[in-house]
């Protein structure tokens, strides 16, 4: 990593608080690196070798099984991923890849173990990011379980333009395909659920969501009685 990078990646937040000398010793071992559209970052089944952090991009994590896959999650800026599988030393559940132009933070994941053991304040960091992914779990499963298919867009529409400062017109990150998959849905069905959205408060042109009645999109969403977690 080039001397010039390494304030800016250590106000990243997994490292914001950590002891000086212990977070320049996890940068000096760590690469900054910009990868292309479509390139696989890891496969299902791996070993974790590296703690990945997106800084700039936007990338996927999905399964593959039976010739079939499915989206897992849509990574964006800043975030870590997957974190339970460095601090476990256990295989990937999940495969990454870039969507756009990355810059990706590699962190040796023996590194990564060796400095949690040691460092306090990226122990708990690290805790914060695993209970945070374990509640975005338990939130997704009440939305598959709870919601149907215009529901849960909904809710995903209001989610996201919360995460943009309450924005009421955004473009989606993703294909449309990505995102009906993400949420358990068919391309043919998410078409479907935009349609019916139009009564409910969105305009849709290509990519460009607009929210034109929250309060309409809230009723028909039913949100959760918790406000997501960030």
């Known amino acids: ?52 952090v997106l800084v700039d991009g936007l990338a996927e994590l999905y399964v593959t099984a039976s010739g079939r896959d499915t989206t897992m ?75 149907q298919s215009a529901e849960r867009l909904a809710n995903h529409l209001l989610d996201y333009s919360a995460q943009r400062g309450g924005a009421n017109a955004f473009e989606l990150g993703g294909e449309k395909r990505m995102v009906a998959s993400l949420l358990g849905m068919t391309p043919e069905n998410l078409s479907r659920a935009f349609g019916t959205l139009r009564s409910h408060g969105i305009e849709i042109s290509g990519a460009r969501v607009q929210i034109t009645d929250r309060a309409a999109l809230a009723a028909f969403a039913r949100p959760d009685l918790v406000p997501p977690d960030r």
């Open 73 to 147: 999650r849509i990574v964006e800026p800043v975030t870590s991923f997957i974190l339970a599988a460095v601090v476990t030393d256990l295989p990937y559940l999940m495969s990454a890849r870039t969507l756009v132009p990355s810059r990706v933070l590699l962190v040796p994941a023996a590194l990564m173990r060796e400095v949690i053991r040691k460092d306090t304040a990226l122990m708990q960091a690290t805790m914060h990011e695993l209970a945070l992914g374990y509640r975005d779990f338990v939130r997704a499963l009440t939305d598959l379980k709870l919601r």
């Open 1 to 52: 990593m080039r001397i010039g990078e390494k304030p800016e990646i250590a106000r990243l937040p997994l490292f914001g608080d950590m002891d000086e000398g212990m977070c320049e010793r996890v940068l000096s071992g760590s690469f900054l690196q910009v990868f292309p559209p479509q390139l696989t970052l890891f496969e299902t089944g791996q070993r974790a070798d590296f703690l990945h």
